[in-house]
């Protein structure tokens, strides 16, 4: 009789690499791998092969940077997405993509389950258990790390009772996690919210103070919304992403520090590095400022903040992103152009926009020849404009008028 199955998202790491013999003696299941490549960095065969080692019936790979570029990142740069106004969402943007591997190799498999290596205090256990129930609610979600209560040194232990290999290197105190959207960096020193980041907890950028003493620009070509070139070649979105996080990542640009608001209620300290996120998101507001009109920008800044925030809350896969993408996307329409952006000394600074929808005039902003506005017109336009103050401001003249007091007079 064969047993019910569990689709694990495996990253190779040693809670996962535990939770396969966990899940197996604890649970009675079968456990089928999954790893998905969104530009961490992995050898896919080496994480498969060790799943296999670990005790999994089936191991699946996939190699998502394209997918996570163009149906993930991208919307979200359409929509400014940027959590409490500075984490461009690097984790939060993956964690629905690997969900939706996971759900469609349990319908592969048969699996009855679908598990993830999750914490119960981090923001990824609401992510992943959120895809799976927007996706299929059929589904039970397992989460071992939040049942057996294992310090990292009985894990270890656990590990080599089942002949599990575990690297044999001095843990980092700080835990990471990389996509091709940033670097994410916590613990350690880094839970003192006091103390300065040490050098030693960035992996993707130099220090400015190290970067170099010219400044580099680059030019990103966008299509509605989308970049789709950089410095004059047509580039697929995951491809450019990836040379802008070097090139950027030389400049200093992208370093993020972070008090954050978890989902669960705790405040973290997260350091965060987002090159190519950081020079995107400058170059992409700064393409809508040309060719959108005030009041869809403003409008539009609202709809980014409860997107962002439905993105950190794991809710990729609800009605409501689908409602707000049908908003952004008729925006993004006349977004079409050139941006050259300055990287110097770990800053990202708009320097040049051209776009042939742009609504910026010429002849309309000079003060120089050539001026074609009206100036007559504009006292009419002030007094049409300030009649509701004007009439505010006189009805509360009358009404201040007929409740004062007479002065007191001097004795």
């Given amino acids: ?64 940077k394209r997918e996570f570029a163009d149906e993930f990142v991208a919307p979200a740069l ?95 105190p700080y835990s990471t996690d990389e996509n091709l959207w940033g670097r994410s960096v916590e613990c350690g020193i880094l839970e003192d919210p006091a103390i300065e980041p040490p050098e030693e907890v960035y992996g993707w950028t130099t220090s400015p103070l190290a970067a170099p003493e010219a400044p580099a620009y680059v030019t990103v070509a966008f299509e509605e919304g989308r970049p789709v070139g950089l410095d004059g070649r047509p580039l697929p979105f995951h491809q450019l992403i990836e040379q ?80 707000l993408d049908g908003f952004v996307g008729p925006t993004q329409t006349r977004v079409s152009g050139d941006v050259s952006v300055k990287l110097f000394k770990g800053k990202a600074t708009v320097v040049g926009r051209r776009s042939p929808h742009s609504l910026y005039q010429t002849a309309l902003a000079t003060y120089s020849t050539g001026d074609t506005f009206r100036p007559e017109m504009s006292e009419g336009f002030i007094y049409v404009w300030g009649l509701p103050a004007r009439t505010w401001a006189a009805v509360e003249g009358k009404d201040a008028a007929a409740t004062a007091r007479p002065p007191i007079a001097p004795s």
Avoid at 79 to 89: D, K
Avoid at 156 to 161: K, L, T, W
Avoid at 246 to 273: F, M, N, P, W
Wanted: charged content about 25%.
């Fill in 1 to 64: 009789m064969s047993r019910a199955k569990v689709v694990l998202a495996y990253s190779g790491g040693l809670d996962t690499s535990v939770a396969i013999p966990w899940l197996r003696e604890e649970k009675g299941l079968d456990v089928v791998a999954m790893t998905v490549d969104v530009g961490q960095p992995v050898d896919l065969e080496t994480v498969r092969q060790k799943a296999l080692a670990s005790g999994a019936v089936a191991a699946y790979v996939a190699d998502a």
């Fill in 78 to 172: 359409r929509a400014n997405v940027l959590y409490e106004g500075v984490y461009p969402l690097s984790t939060a943007l993956a964690r629905p993509l690997i969900g939706r591997h996971m759900v469609a190799v349990a319908r592969q498999e048969g699996a009855s389950f679908v598990a993830h290596g999750c914490t119960g205090k981090g923001n990824d256990q609401v992510r992943f258990d959120l895809s799976t129930t927007g996706l299929a609610p059929d589904l039970r979600v397992i989460a071992p790390a939040r049942e057996w209560k294992m310090t990292r040194e009985e894990e270890v232990a656990y590990a080599a009772r089942h002949g599990i290999p575990v690297e044999a290197t001095k843990k980092s």
């Fill in 244 to 323: 802008l996080n070097r090139t950027a990542g030389s400049q200093g640009v992208g370093r993020i520090d972070h008090l954050e608001s978890r989902v669960v209620g705790i405040k973290s300290r997260e350091v965060y590095e987002c090159p190519a996120a950081t020079v995107l998101l400058e170059a992409h507001r700064a393409l809508e400022a040309l060719v959108l009109p005030r009041d869809v920008l403003d409008f539009k800044r609202s709809v980014e903040q409860r997107y962002a925030n439905l993105v950190y809350d794991g809710l990729w896969f609800s009605p409501l992103r689908a409602a």
